[in-house]
T-cell receptor, first 114, second 111 residues
């Protein structure tokens, strides 16, 4: 069965510093990959998605991710974070075209400090 | 476009009571999902539907039932609430295999 691992449960970083949030998935079959952000007391908002094509994916709010098939990863990056980026980030994978079901990682809390 | 809406936003139940959570989407999506979110456990799929009149079990279906009588609505029922069902519940919808769009959530406390 497919699984998703977010390697860091918490990532503290200073404002304007770069950040990388790591995500690995278990299966090497064709997958669709997603990153979501959840601000406190809100639902999940789609940051970016990798369906196929270029391995570099641009998302909203200045985030981007690089797909690496051999390492089964989609790490999320931002060159310069803001206080407003403080939130929980979830990686998710789908390999079931008939149902669209997503398997989520356990989340990474990004804490941006002034 | 309201997107995905959930009713109610917050509810307190006593053990053994029943309730229904309503999810509505106005994006004409075929697929709809119910998740629960608990601290440190990410999101876990309860039930899902790939079209009007169809439902299927997800990862943690016990104690819940669902119905999809209309394409735009997906109802989640708790017949006899238990404290272990205290959680935040999210509904989501999508076109076939693609990004899912989430509602704002329902916070449920079972005493």
């Amino acid at each position: 069965a497919q699984s998703v691992t977010q390697l860091d449960s918490q990532v503290p970083v200073f404002e304007e510093a770069p950040v990388e949030l790591r995500c690995n998935y278990s299966s090497s079959v064709s997958v669709y990959l997603f990153w979501y952000v959840q601000y406190p007391n809100q639902g999940l908002q789609l940051l970016l998605k990798y369906l196929s094509g270029s391995t570099l994916v641009k998302g909203i709010n200045g985030f981007e991710a690089e797909f690496n098939k051999s390492q089964t990863s989609l790490h999320l990056r931002k060159p310069s974070v803001h206080i407003s980026d403080t939130a929980e980030y979830f990686c998710a994978v789908s390999d079931d075209g008939n149902t669209g079901k997503l398997i989520f990682g356990q989340g990474t809390t990004l804490q941006v400090k002034p | 476009n309201a997107g995905v809406t959930q009713t109610p936003k917050f509810r307190v139940l006593k053990t053994g009571q029943s309730m229904t959570l309503l999810c509505a989407q106005d994006m004409n999506h075929e697929y709809m999902y119910w998740y629960r979110q608990d601290p440190g456990m990410g999101l876990r799929l309860i039930h899902y539907s790939v079209g009007e009149g169809t439902t299927a079990k997800g990862e943690v279906p016990d104690g819940y039932n669902v119905s999809r009588l209309k394409k735009q609505n997906f109802l989640l029922g708790l017949e006899s609430a238990a404290p272990s069902q205290t959680s935040v519940y999210f509904c989501a919808s999508s076109y076939t295999q693609g990004a899912q769009y989430f509602g704002p959530g329902t916070r449920l406390l079972v005493l």
